[in-house]
């Protein structure tokens, strides 16, 4: 059987021993309405052996109020499908179907789509599925669909969703009395391909039934979401939903979006994605919605999504139940002006790691919950190997402990740094700050607004790794653990935070911490002003408290309460870098409260000095009620040649013993 021409209405069996099929076109345009039932094509009477092949040009619909269905009949052998274009801008078109227990399933032995790929148009303001707490629900029934029901697919022409438009392959009924019409797919591979997901539209593939134990992989290629919404409803946003059986593995090659796009992302094992990146900056103030949802689909367990690099510009990004986004590199925010962003934990064993370094290119950045969807009163994790990002002009660089509703959240925010020299180097710098979430204009109110939502920040870094936060806005409520590596903070009363707001406790367990210092900036060659470090308490257990001398200046540590040490510390030790010293001038290290530090004598201090000249210094601690100074000289040349000759009157000594 073949054509040369449009069929514009179909409702046939194609029967007999005809194996071939050529047919230019298929056009759905008729809106008869003794037709409403739509047109359905199937090879029947063929046999159970027998591999019928069907060639078309051009798969064309336009029309709501029409169905096409081109099936295999549950009892022939088999049906190849080759399709060079489809192209729809309305109506509901199956590829394939699930049949039935009695007769088999219906589903296509193969389909191919040529170069023309696939573009479903969709009607414009048409709203199809979306994803709610990982599950599949659909808005409109099946008039803007694309069904396909094939063992095998496989197309070299993009695919694009566009209008409502949904493209599903689907599961399908087995039939264990008929061997030959099992549900046996083969891997969905299109990772030669763009599928592009636009306003409304959504992508999804079922596992296979369950009496079929097959993996089935599913690998995309570049997948770009240009669907965008403005709202809290599902009007506009793109889905997708990925269900592979039996472990199967979810691999997309490059996730894509548009400025503004919304994607909502359910799947139910782990996913690897090797790039993510927007095509431009969030640009609408008012789109808060605008970003992914990733969620495991209900009763799949927990799962990643692990993610090669990332530079994306996403108001929102959500990690719901059971969700892991591991990023293996750099994870980069950037956006326009000082528009904000949020990093949602929605759920107690989700959690955010970032094996590299997170730059933050954005104006404020959110890390918390959103309480207004459910109750949060866990601990919502962080984990990045450093924090990079240079202060921009006109954005306030802060990365902040966030809730919708301060007055209802409980639970704090925690961010550790994790990161080996190997992965993000030796030096870090990060010219904004780290805060509780507060809007407010004093004391009082800060302490009032969101208590239960304090920051906790942990350095775990390598030994070899320095972490500097150099913006003025530092304060939060939380603990400060440092454990391995150095930190470097300005936190305190200036011009930028006018609260004189510190940090909560600290705990020295390693590594060390101290304020900000000279050439702590992104470009070594810009100096920022000598810092202050306010912190509540500070217990020291091991490690070395930082200093930095420049000058006139030296770096200062504040300690608003208690100042200890743990079980088993012995003297304090402070680990000084030398710019520049004035011999004989007093540079104050340390302050604290009136009787903080009675227990403690100068013996209790010492000091290693790093930098320009140091090994021709010495140096002697003051303490006071108050705090801790340090003076320096160089030593006279006098005291040299006293040096000098007792040393000779000593090799003198030796040489004479040896001689005896």
Same mark, same amino acid.
């Given at each position: 059987?073949?054509?040369?021409?449009?069929?514009?209405?179909?409702?046939?069996?194609?029967?007999?021993?005809?194996?071939?099929?050529?047919?230019?076109?298929?056009?759905?345009?008729?809106?008869?309405?003794?037709?409403?039932?739509? +047109?359905?094509?199937?090879?029947?009477?063929?046999?159970? /052996?027998?591999?019928?092949?069907?060639?078309?040009?051009?798969?064309?619909?336009?029309?709501?109020?029409?169905?096409?269905?081109?099936?295999?009949? @549950?009892?022939?052998?088999?049906?190849?499908?080759?399709?060079?274009?489809?192209?729809?801008?309305?109506?509901?078109?199956?590829?394939?179907?699930?049949?039935?227990?009695?007769?088999?399933?219906? %589903?296509?032995?193969?389909?191919?789509?040529?170069?023309?790929?696939?573009?479903?148009?969709?009607?414009?303001?048409?709203?199809?599925?979306?994803?709610?707490?990982?599950? +599949?629900?659909?808005?409109?029934?099946?008039?803007?669909?694309?069904?396909?029901?094939?063992?095998? %697919?496989?197309?070299?022409?993009?695919?694009?969703?566009?209008?409502?438009?949904?493209?599903?392959?689907?599961?399908?009924?087995?039939?264990?009395?008929?061997?030959?019409?099992?549900?046996?797919?083969?891997?969905?591979?299109?990772?030669?391909?763009?599928?592009?997901?636009?306003?409304?539209?959504?992508?999804?593939?079922?596992?296979?039934?369950?009496?079929?134990?097959?993996?089935?992989?599913?690998?995309?290629?570049?997948?770009?979401?240009?669907?965008?919404?403005?709202?809290?409803?599902?009007?506009?946003?793109?889905?997708?939903?990925?269900?592979?059986?039996?472990? @199967?593995?979810?691999?997309?090659?490059?996730?894509?979006?548009?400025?503004?796009?919304?994607?909502?992302?359910?799947?139910?094992?782990?996913?690897?994605?090797?790039?993510?990146?927007?095509?431009?900056?969030?640009?609408?103030?008012?789109?808060?919605?605008?970003?992914?949802?990733?969620?495991?689909?209900?009763?799949? @367990?927990?799962?990643?999504?692990?993610?090669?690099?990332?530079?994306?510009?996403? =108001?929102?990004?959500?990690?719901?139940?059971?969700?892991?986004?591991?990023?293996?590199?750099?994870?980069?925010? %950037?956006?326009?002006?000082?528009?904000? =962003?949020?990093?949602?934990?929605?759920?107690?064993?989700?959690?955010?790691?970032?094996?590299?370094?997170?730059?933050?290119?954005?104006?404020?950045?959110?890390?918390?919950?959103?309480?207004?969807?459910?109750?949060?009163?866990?601990?919502?994790?962080?984990?990045?190997?450093?924090?990079?990002?240079?202060?921009?002009?006109?954005?306030?660089?802060?990365?902040?402990?966030?809730?919708?509703?301060?007055? /209802?959240?409980?639970?704090?925010?925690?961010?550790?740094?994790?990161?080996?020299?190997?992965?993000? @180097?030796?030096?870090?710098?990060?010219?904004?700050?780290?805060?509780?979430?507060?809007?407010? /204009?004093?004391?009082?109110?800060?302490?009032?607004?969101? =208590?239960?939502?304090?920051?906790?920040?942990?350095?775990?870094?390598?030994?070899?790794?320095?972490?500097?936060?150099?913006?003025?806005?530092?304060?939060?409520?939380?603990?400060?653990?440092?454990?391995?590596?150095?930190?470097?903070?300005?936190?305190?009363?200036?011009?930028?935070?006018?609260?004189?707001?510190?940090?909560?406790?600290?705990?020295?367990?390693?590594?060390?911490?101290?304020?900000?210092?000279?050439?702590?900036?992104?470009?070594?060659?810009?100096?920022?002003?000598?810092?202050?470090?306010?912190?509540?308490?500070?217990?020291?257990?091991?490690?070395?408290?930082?200093?930095?001398?420049?000058?006139?200046?030296?770096?200062?540590? =504040?300690?608003?309460?208690?100042?200890?040490?743990?079980?088993?510390?012995?003297?304090?030790?402070?680990?000084?870098?030398?710019?520049?010293?004035?011999?004989?001038?007093?540079?104050?290290?340390?302050?604290?409260?009136?009787?903080?530090?009675?227990?403690?004598?100068?013996?209790?201090?010492?000091?290693?000095?790093?930098?320009?000249?140091?090994?021709?210094?010495? +140096?002697?601690?003051?303490?006071?009620? /108050?705090?801790?100074?340090?003076?320096?000289?160089?030593?006279?040349?006098?005291?040299?040649?006293?040096?000098?000759?007792?040393?000779?009157?000593?090799?003198?000594?030796?040489?004479?013993?040896?001689?005896?």
């Amino acid at each position: 059987m073949s054509g040369t021409g449009t069929m514009t209405g179909l409702n046939a069996a194609i029967v007999g021993s005809v194996a071939t099929i050529n047919i230019d076109s298929i056009g759905v345009t008729s809106t008869d309405a003794t037709r409403a039932g739509g +047109w359905d094509m199937y090879n029947a009477g063929m046999g159970s /052996t027998v591999m019928t092949n069907m060639t078309l040009n051009k798969i064309e619909m336009n029309s709501l109020a029409r169905n096409l269905l081109i099936r295999k009949r @549950g009892s022939s052998g088999g049906l190849n499908i080759t399709v060079g274009t489809v192209d729809i801008t309305k109506g509901q078109l199956s590829l394939g179907n699930t049949g039935s227990t009695a007769n088999g399933p219906e %589903f296509l032995t193969s389909l191919t789509v040529g170069s023309g790929g696939i573009d479903r148009k969709g009607v414009a303001g048409a709203v199809n599925g979306k994803i709610t707490g990982g599950s +599949w629900t659909e808005a409109i029934g099946n008039e803007i669909l694309l069904d396909i029901y094939t063992q095998s %697919f496989t197309t070299t022409g993009n695919i694009s969703l566009n209008n409502g438009s949904m493209l599903r392959f689907k599961d399908s009924v087995d039939d264990p009395a008929r061997a030959y019409n099992r549900w046996n797919p083969e891997n969905l591979d299109l990772s030669a391909v763009t599928l592009t997901i636009g306003s409304g539209s959504g992508f999804r593939y079922e596992k296979v039934g369950a009496s079929v134990n097959k993996k089935v992989d599913v690998h995309l290629g570049v997948v770009k979401v240009t669907a965008a919404t403005t709202a809290a409803t599902t009007a506009n946003r793109g889905v997708m939903a990925i269900d592979t059986s039996n472990g @199967g593995t979810i691999t997309i090659d490059r996730l894509e979006n548009t400025a503004d796009a919304r994607l909502d992302f359910s799947f139910n094992n782990d996913v690897n994605i090797t790039r993510m990146e927007s095509l431009a900056a969030t640009v609408s103030t008012a789109n808060t919605y605008q970003g992914y949802t990733l969620n495991s689909t209900p009763g799949s @367990g927990a799962h990643k999504v692990i993610v090669g690099s990332a530079s994306v510009s996403l =108001q929102r990004i959500t990690l719901g139940t059971g969700v892991t986004l591991e990023v293996t590199n750099d994870y980069e925010a %950037f956006g326009s002006g000082n528009i904000w =962003q949020t990093i949602a934990i929605n759920a107690s064993d989700a959690y955010m790691d970032v094996k590299g370094k997170f730059i933050h290119n954005a104006g404020l950045i959110n890390i918390g919950a959103l309480d207004t969807l459910n109750p949060f009163s866990y601990t919502k994790s962080f984990k990045f190997g450093a924090l990079s990002g240079a202060a921009e002009a006109g954005k306030d660089k802060r990365l902040m402990s966030y809730t919708e509703s301060a007055t /209802t959240a409980t639970g704090n925010v925690s961010v550790e740094l994790t990161g080996t020299s190997a992965k993000v @180097g030796t030096r870090n710098v990060f010219e904004g700050s780290l805060a509780d979430m507060s809007a407010s /204009t004093t004391v009082e109110q800060y302490n009032a607004l969101g =208590q239960n939502m304090s920051l906790a920040l942990t350095v775990n870094m390598g030994a070899d790794v320095t972490q500097v936060i150099s913006g003025k806005k530092t304060y939060y409520r939380g603990d400060t653990t440092v454990v391995s590596g150095k930190l470097r903070m300005f936190s305190g009363a200036n011009s930028a935070n006018l609260l004189g707001l510190g940090i909560g406790d600290v705990y020295l367990q390693g590594g060390g911490i101290g304020a900000t210092g000279a050439m702590d900036s992104a470009a070594e060659s810009e100096q920022v002003q000598i810092g202050i470090l306010s912190v509540n308490n500070l217990e020291w257990s091991g490690g070395s408290l930082l200093a930095t001398i420049d000058g006139e200046n030296a770096s200062l540590i =504040q300690v608003r309460g208690d100042f200890t040490k743990g079980a088993g510390a012995t003297v304090f030790n402070f680990d000084i870098d030398i710019a520049d010293i004035i011999a004989g001038r007093e540079y104050t290290l340390m302050e604290w409260e009136s009787g903080a530090a009675a227990d403690y004598m100068e013996a209790d201090f010492t000091a290693t000095l790093f930098g320009n000249n140091a090994a021709n210094y010495t +140096w002697e601690f003051s303490k006071n009620e /108050t705090g801790l100074g340090i003076t320096f000289a160089i030593p006279e040349p006098s005291a040299y040649a006293a040096l000098f000759g007792a040393l000779a009157l000593a090799l003198a000594a030796l040489r004479r013993r040896k001689s005896k």
